[in-house]
């Protein structure tokens, strides 16, 4: 044990993470970590929307690579790109845990202009505007969340759909009185 708390030793591996007294502090590990080796690097582009050298989220890759599965084609190969914790910082979606980091003034400036939203999935910036974070106590408020915001897109899907269908009825409906009102003036 040092002064920063316990090392404690991460199961299956060689490695350690040294462990705060505070929460925030493990937290910050782990989330750091996570940012560093969260992007890759295509290899071979296969049949997926990337070009050969360009640099993704893995969660984008993989998700793109299922597409691309489900059609039969070949998938993107990658291999795994470590950033350093400055340049993995200010990579994030997040634009207020990038401008929390470093250079704030030029990120929450980029990121007005841009007219970004950010939509506060990561621990680090719901502990910024002092929400509650989506892990621990926190997550059955983010599931319940995320659960209502898929029912609202499928009850505005269901509406814009009944909609639709009474756009074509109406059409529908037109063209038939249009085709007799054409069919009667022929007869007459």
Do not use: C
């Amino acid at each position: 044990m040092n002064e920063a708390g316990e090392e404690v030793k991460i199961a299956g591996t060689e490695h350690s993470v040294a462990i705060g007294f505070q929460v925030g502090a493990l937290i910050m590990v782990k989330d750091g970590q996570a940012q560093m080796l969260r992007r890759v690097q295509i290899v071979e582009a296969g049949d997926a929307n990337y070009i050969v050298g360009e640099q993704v989220e893995r969660s984008e890759l993989l998700d793109e690579n299922d597409r691309v599965i489900a059609l039969g084609k070949i998938p993107a190969t990658y291999e795994n790109v470590l950033l350093g914790i400055t340049k993995a910082s200010l990579s994030t979606d997040s634009f207020i845990s990038a401008a929390s980091f470093q250079e704030t003034t030029r990120v929450l400036t980029e990121a007005a202009i841009m007219g970004k939203r950010d939509s506060l999935r990561g621990l680090k910036e719901n502990v910024i505007v002092g929400r509650l974070i989506p892990g621990g106590t926190g997550l059955a408020f983010h599931r319940a969340k995320k659960e209502k915001e898929a029912w609202e897109v499928e009850e505005r899907k269901a509406l814009l759909d009944a909609e639709k269908a009474s756009m074509w009825a109406d059409l529908q409906s037109l063209e038939d009185s249009t085709a007799i009102q054409n069919h009667g003036g022929d007869e007459a």
